[in-house]
């Protein structure tokens, strides 16, 4: 892979000079814990007299040093992965893979932190302090940028840990809890510290050679989690933020304090769905299509889509119905889509679904599986569909006293990932999330849905014909009749009509808004009419904010992306996926449709139309638990006053 305009080349040689001071750390150092406390057994095991304390033959492992001083205390890393396996004198195959590695990582870490050094003043000043002429003004300096080495250096080194290892781990899991031995003093110290907790929790969890790559891993994703929190704090390591570095011989980038992973695709087990299959549902089933496609035309050299670009994609959308109206079936067909087309072009594709498996009674695991499942789908180095079941039963609403901690954390997530501080849209990846009772999802959470899907199933009578014909099969007799199968379920017909019937509201209380609306100023022909019936339904609904109006703009400029990539641009990748971004950019700007009042109207009438839905049956829903309550209060109090009496 070629670098970009925004990549620097991390030299190999750079790398491989540090790799002698690598295999010392490896080798032993002492260090006395500040932060953390000692969770390991001793380093070493009373043995009988004349029995051996160390083995009889050494690691021929290229590059690590087959030769030491056996010493009783400090840190030994490599003595103690050569442990794991107790007392099988041969390093085993996972031990050798560790131990470069860790030796790798380090070595990369070491580099980057030089480079850091050097693009600062962090070098000069090191010197200055070695001749011991460092002025007293600059101090300050030089402690805030130590403090940013440090956090470089610990960041890469678990960084690219966790990176070199992801293709060696298996179904092994390791719990090792929070990074703890976080020093912030300089590079050197700071590592002291990750080696020292990576050794503590060697002791504790690795027994056999499966948990000793399970337990390297797990620390160095902790480590990384923790180093980024600080690094929010940090005064001085916008120089590293601002840098992209290529290792080009593992085939990792280095992204400030964005952690890397391999670009594996996930092994689909579902039950695909094709979009003839999905009956009724028309404008869900038409905008899944296009979203399909629209992720497609994402640029992997520029990690940026076009279509994010130009304003016409969905991140975020909400599909709502009725159970068994088909929401299921629409996610078979998307991810199903996605997945031929990442096929044709050879791009990794992930999906995940977000379930109540995720939901931990430990405190700050259920927001931990949450961030992990963004992070998964979000990977710029991938092509992603997250979706979230049942959200109503996974995310809590804010308020509630029903909503368990874990569905707390949860919300909170998902919260700031949509479209919190650091939200990032790449066009990479897409979230649905989905609800038989939409009602139930946090006011703030759902508004940062940008898309409404109504997956309300089948309507007409030539609906209900074709899913019968659908679901009977081939296996039987029955003759057809007098319909045309399937005709239906043309799409730009159907979608054609959806969206027309979305000129006048649905639901009866925004119609009544409308009406009134309509009756004062005349047709919404202007932006200032339409403003005034945007004013005019938040006084109906004070939920109604300005993130309902970007999400009804965005919608807007879905609208006028109302085109389909043609099937051949996914059959034939030459003709659109393979080209520059600039391009496809130019490509798609071709296809573009203006904006029409009626696109506007309708989008507006839609939104607004899911939020009084919502509401509606949030104040119903409301009303029925509060006589509930009510209910069982006077029961109470009845009985109560019998046994008085």
């Not at 160095?220 to 929010?232: C, I, S, T």
């Not at 339409?530 to 109604?544: C, H, N, P, S, V």
């Not at 109090?637 to 019998?642: A, G, I």
Request: aromatic share 8%.
């Amino acid at each position: 892979m070629s670098l970009t305009s925004d990549q620097m080349e991390l030299r190999e040689a750079d790398i491989v000079a540090h790799y002698p001071a690598a295999v010392a750390l490896l080798d032993g150092f002492d260090h006395t814990p500040r932060i953390a406390e000692a969770i390991g057994p001793a380093r070493t095991e009373e043995r009988s007299p004349g029995v051996g304390t160390r083995r009889r033959f050494r690691s021929t492992t290229p590059g690590l040093v087959t030769r030491r001083t056996a010493r009783p205390e400090g840190v030994h890393l490599i003595e103690r992965i050569e442990a794991a396996d107790g007392d099988d004198p041969l390093v085993s195959p996972a031990q050798a893979t560790a131990m470069n590695a860790l030796r790798r990582a380090l070595a990369i870490a070491l580099a980057v932190a030089e480079t850091f050094g050097d693009q600062t003043a962090l070098a000069d000043l090191k010197r200055a302090n070695l001749a011991g002429d460092l002025a007293p003004a600059r101090k300050g300096e030089f402690s805030e940028l130590l403090a940013a080495e440090a956090l470089v250096s610990l960041h890469v080194f678990g960084n690219a840990l966790a990176y070199l290892l992801s293709p060696h781990l298996g179904e092994v899991t390791v719990e090792v809890g929070e990074a703890q031995e976080v020093l912030t003093d300089n590079g050197q110290l700071a590592l002291h510290g990750g080696l020292w907790e990576i050794d503590q929790r060697l002791a504790q969890h690795a027994g056999d050679d499966a948990r000793l790559v399970a337990t390297l891993s797990a620390q160095a994703e902790q480590l990384m989690e923790k180093v980024a929190l600080r690094a929010q704090s940090a005064s001085a390591v916008g120089p590293f933020t601002a840098s992209t570095w290529r290792v080009e011989a593992d085939d990792l980038t280095i992204r400030g304090f964005t952690p890397a992973t391999k670009a594996k695709s996930t092994t689909l087990t579902m039950t695909f769905k094709k979009p003839n299959e999905v009956v009724g549902n028309h404008i869900a089933k038409y905008q899944a299509l296009r979203l399909s496609k629209m992720l497609m035309a994402y640029d992997f050299e520029r990690r940026l889509n076009p279509f994010a670009e130009l304003g016409g994609f969905i991140f975020t959308f909400m599909g709502d119905g009725k159970p068994g109206t088909g929401k299921t079936t629409l996610i078979q067909m998307m991810a199903g889509l996605i997945n031929d087309y990442c096929g044709v072009a050879g791009y990794p594709f992930r999906y995940q679904n977000l379930s109540t498996e995720n939901i931990d009674s430990y405190q700050g695991k259920s927001g931990q599986n949450a961030k992990a499942f963004i992070n998964t789908i979000i990977d710029p180095g991938v092509i992603g569909f997250g979706t979230i079941d049942d959200i109503d039963q996974l995310a809590g609403k804010r308020g509630d006293r029903q909503s368990s901690a874990g569905q707390l954390e949860i919300t909170a997530v998902l919260m700031e990932s949509f479209a919190g501080a650091n939200t990032v849209v790449r066009g990479n990846c897409t979230f649905g999330m989905f609800s038989n009772y939409p009602e139930n999802v946090d006011d703030a959470l759902r508004q940062r849905a940008g898309a409404r899907f109504l997956v309300d199933g089948p309507q007409s009578r030539e609906d209900y014909i074709d899913i019968l014909a659908l679901l009977m099969g081939k296996n039987h007799d029955i003759p057809l009749g007098d319909h045309d199968l399937y005709a239906a379920q043309e799409i730009k017909t159907a979608v054609a009509a959806s969206f027309e019937s979305h000129s006048r509201p649905h639901e009866e209380g925004l119609l009544k808004v409308f009406d009134r609306v309509h009756d004062k100023v005349g047709e919404l022909d202007t932006i200032a009419k339409m403003g005034t019936y945007l004013k005019a339904i938040q006084q109906a609904d004070e939920r109604f904010t300005g993130r309902a109006i970007k999400n009804i703009t965005d919608a807007v400029k879905v609208r006028a992306m109302d085109f389909e990539l043609p099937d051949e641009w996914m059959e034939n990748p030459e003709l659109f996926l393979f080209k520059g971004y600039d391009e496809k950019k130019a490509m798609i700007s071709e296809l573009r449709v203006p904006i029409t009042v009626e696109m506007v109207i309708q989008e507006i009438n839609r939104y607004a139309d899911s939020e009084f839905r919502y509401a509606d049956k949030s104040d119903e829903v409301a009303i029925e638990t509060m006589v509930r309550e009510f209910g069982r209060q006077e029961e109470a109090k009845k009985r109560y006053l019998e046994g008085k009496g």
